[in-house]
DNA sequence: ACAGATAGGTTAAGCGATTAACCACATTAA
DNA sequence: TTAATGTGGTTAATCGCTTAACCTATCTGT
């Protein structure tokens, strides 16, 4: 099994310079010789050297390492990130992933425990910036503040965020294209299905475009049509049986595909029909979305250009050595598909 | 912005003791008196101190890291992970994390490029211990095997696949079972849909239980019934006009659930009608299959588990120090939902 | 009463890099 | 001629922790 891993004093011995010099011609730093550069690459070749990058993170106080951090589902028997209830986080992750590991950089992946503190993992593995996707309780931010770290956070637009670097998409804009559309169809008593609002101003914002787009068309939105569940399938699978027995609205703005596709089943499932009997929207444009028979309306969103964007964030306070703090807003779009029609 | 984060120096001045016993006393070490022990606490307490892995992973020589490796997507514009195609990664990761987490180890995600050296990643980052899902060339197994590091391979008949740690399903079995459940349903002319399947011989093994099952029948498989495309919704969802158009199957057993949404979309959306036209069955059972319409009939093998017990045996090896190879091997169940009919 | 064990600590040498400071020699400028 | 500058290198401290080796004082058994 593999010979002891190359260090940088072996390269120095073999090729007859201290390790200074070796560490300066792996570094760019023009101190060096042409000949001994020469001599120095050949060595390391022979030895099949690579620097150990937790060396370099001890020396240099970098780790070379992004953080992602994922919601932890709150119910089920044993816990695990979101990751595995909405296909979303993986094509987020995957759009991070793309330009990081270009830029030579690793990501680390960690549920986060609300009980848990955040920045000590931040700061025990001197993570170089961290993503966090989802909505988190106050505290956390509090808490990260303090580090000195760039940070990006998606879909947060409390106020304490605005420190740190933001990628979201226009929310409000959204609710209202997608409860547009449904007017436009004719619909008029029209539900909104959503995760919890309150700790989520995502939520509350797609409401926002929701109301505003009824109040347009002289529609004020009733109680009775606002419906609050988990946002996994399940949650929209539960939360079907009362939008079905309430039989008060003709149609949905669900505030995330995953929930959409829950309540379709639900519908389907009873021998309802979709749009037929309810028409729904959903948001986000999960991949599966179109997939679906009926394919998904919904009010899409671009989630690997969403991760793209926070990676670069990330990369260019590295960069600059300091965090910053920019807002990059993704424009939604309408994809009409099939779970909607006019009424 | 944040103070200097406190190094075990500044505990051990604090409370007045040195390194070393702050370093004991961490470790758990018994070398140090209960008084001191207490003084060392408090200064810790009061400095908010918390050990640095990076130093401790310069010391110790490990890194609290296990490296999850995933393909990468082979065609598209922007390379992506596969974790973005088909959640089945994102719920294996989900498992992976669940028990890495409570051991205090964090995952690092990478997408493998055949082209770069996988064993330099892992050394460089001196990774405690590394999962490769899915399939990969051969050359890269000849290079981790030189690695001194706990390994996993997930689904990997290959023989060279056997010095390592594996964890599979009864693929076999699994194709068995769904072809027999399309004889009793009355299906003769029962197709195969699959992705490669030179590179990959858990594709192979499905076909073995497809065509066992169909020899036991007394009908010989066809090779008209066979169809090879990408594993992707788009795959799937490509190879179905194939399907269509031949039209000389009845059922088809789809080696992973993602392609057969893909196929049931094709299908329906040209009005045709599943299973009443073409009862499919799936394999992997991702969440999404029960939320589909109709629900498909699948071979589930318990995702989540098949992560945790991936988990576990890196786990295992980094307790005894070193690298065994065991195998575990999920039992596969079918589902019936209603993807599948008599004929 | 004395050797040997034990309890409780300290010192210092790594782990594998980076990098400021220093040095010797050859050029160049005044 | 002499001081300043540049070139190509080396030495050694440092990053933050672990741990073998060493030390001293007290305790134990005979």
Chains 1, 2 share one sequence.
Request: aromatic residues 8%; proline residues 3%.
């Amino acid at each position: 099994m593999a010979e002891k891993k190359a260090t940088i004093r072996d390269v120095a011995k073999k090729a007859g310079v201290s390790v200074a010099s070796v560490s300066y011609t792996l570094n760019g730093i023009d101190k060096v010789s042409p000949e001994t550069k020469e001599r120095i690459f050949r060595a390391i070749e022979e030895l099949n050297y690579k620097p150990s990058l937790t060396a370099q993170c001890l020396s240099k106080g970098d780790s070379k390492l992004i953080g992602i951090s994922l919601p932890i589902t709150e119910k089920g028997d044993i816990p695990g990130m979101l990751l595995e209830n909405n296909p979303f986080f993986g094509e987020f992750i995957s759009g991070v992933e793309s330009v990081t590991r270009k830029a030579g950089y690793d990501i680390l992946i960690s549920g986060v425990e609300t009980n848990e503190h955040y920045s000590d993992w931040v700061m025990r593995r001197k993570l170089d910036g961290i993503i966090m996707v989802g909505a988190y309780p106050k505290s956390i931010f509090e808490e990260i503040k303090t580090i000195d770290v760039p940070i990006v956070l998606t879909d947060t637009y409390e106020d304490y965020a605005s420190d740190f670097h933001r990628v979201m998409v226009e929310d409000e804009k959204g609710g209202y294209m997608a409860v547009k559309h449904l007017l436009e169809l004719g619909h008029r008593r029209i539900g909104y299905v959503t995760g919890s609002i309150d700790n989520s101003l995502v939520n509350y914002n797609r409401y926002s475009g929701y109301r505003k787009a009824l109040l347009e068309a002289g529609i004020t939105p009733e109680r009775e049509w606002f419906f609050e569940e988990h946002v996994t399938f399940d949650g929209g699978y539960a939360i079907a049986k009362d939008i079905m027995e309430k039989q008060n609205v003709t149609a949905v703005f669900v505030a995330a595909d995953i929930m959409a596709i829950g309540i379709i089943k639900y519908f389907l499932e009873r021998g309802k029909n979709v749009p037929g009997d309810i028409s729904v929207v959903g948001f986000d444009d999960i991949k599966i979305g179109q997939y679906m028979m009926p394919g998904l309306t919904t009010i899409r969103q671009d989630i690997i250009m969403k991760g793209r964007v926070s990676a670069e964030m990330i990369m260019k306070d590295i960069g600059l050595g300091r965090r910053t703090n920019d807002s990059f807003i993704l424009s939604p779009s309408l994809v009409i598909r099939d779970s909607t029609s006019a009424l």
